[in-house]
């Protein structure tokens, strides 16, 4: 399997002094996702949970619904001019009755560790197929209750303590306990290595569950935990427009800019419950 944190040579400079020193950094590499034995996706990514990322991007792509959709998933041994297993390539199978990714969609299949859409022809072609409803998901959960998780997703975060450089997902019960945690260099993956998870341990969809991000939630995001069956997305940074758009049209309850006490609900309000008493209304400005 490959490293997840590698050591490299720095200067490291502190006011006036400065010094060499090794620092621990977050590798990321291509991994190849091939169906049935055929190229589909080169996404780049931190090694670990491979197979769960390949599940979850199959899921979040609406080629996979449960774990009977998954017949296996291998790594592919002689993906070198030498024959080693580079454990960047693998490939996965999927039941008899599942049928092929539809490629007829114009879109680029190489995807950075940035962007889980790069490439898409347009934004009705990321629209994909919701499998899950998620409006009427009786989740509820209080500010108390989601003003917890941030840090509660970054005590789990191992590799962040020694690199820095890694986004993570976690996904939470309603009481707050922590069911699942991935990390990855990019947003995406760590939400695809989530979802994967979930659908191999035949979870799916998540119904009564918070999805917690570590950065920004962005448009993929949310299609992604629509594409799960999750009923709330939180972020401890903003979410774009297009984000917002897509969860007030699916009923997914989405909550940004989650630090400390304060948050801001921009879609499905109505699972936040809130002490009616205790609301106190902003002042005007002036």
């Known amino acids: 399997m490959g490293r997840v944190t590698t050591r490299e040579k720095v200067l490291r400079i502190r006011g006036a002094a400065s010094d060499d020193r090794a620092d621990t950094l977050v590798v990321e590499e291509p991994l190849e996702i091939r169906f049935g034995g055929s190229p589909l996706t080169v996404t780049m990514r931190t090694p670990g949970d491979d197979f769960d990322l390949a599940a979850g991007f199959l899921a979040s792509e609406g080629v996979l619904a449960g774990a009977e959709d998954l017949e296996s998933i291998r790594y592919c041994a002689g993906a070198t001019a030498d024959g080693s297993n580079t454990y960047n390539v693998l490939d996965v199978a999927a039941a008899p009755h599942v049928p092929p990714p539809d490629t007829s969609l114009e879109r680029n299949f190489y995807t950075s560790s940035s962007c889980g859409l790069c490439g898409k022809a347009s934004i009705d072609a990321v629209r994909t197929a919701v499998r899950w409803d998620v409006s009427g998901d009786a989740l509820e959960v209080t500010p108390e209750l989601l003003a917890s998780l941030p840090d509660r997703l970054r005590e789990a975060q191992r590799v962040f303590d020694r690199t820095g450089g890694l986004h993570a997902a976690g996904l939470f019960d309603t009481e707050g306990r922590l069911l699942c945690l991935r990390e990855d260099v990019g947003r995406h993956n760590a939400v695809d ?37 999750v009923p709330a997305l939180a972020a401890v940074s903003a979410p774009s427009s297009l984000a917002v758009e897509l969860a007030r049209e699916h009923g997914l309850t989405l909550v940004g800019f989650l630090r400390g006490d304060s948050m801001n609900v921009y879609a499905g309000r109505n699972r936040i419950t809130l002490e009616t008493a205790s609301q106190t209304p902003m002042a005007a400005p002036r």
């Open 193 to 229: 290595k989530l979802v994967g998870w979930a659908l191999r341990q035949g979870m799916l969809p998540l119904r009564n569950t918070v999805l917690m991000v570590s950065g920004r939630a962005s448009f993929e995001l949310v299609q992604k935990a629509l594409m799960a069956g």
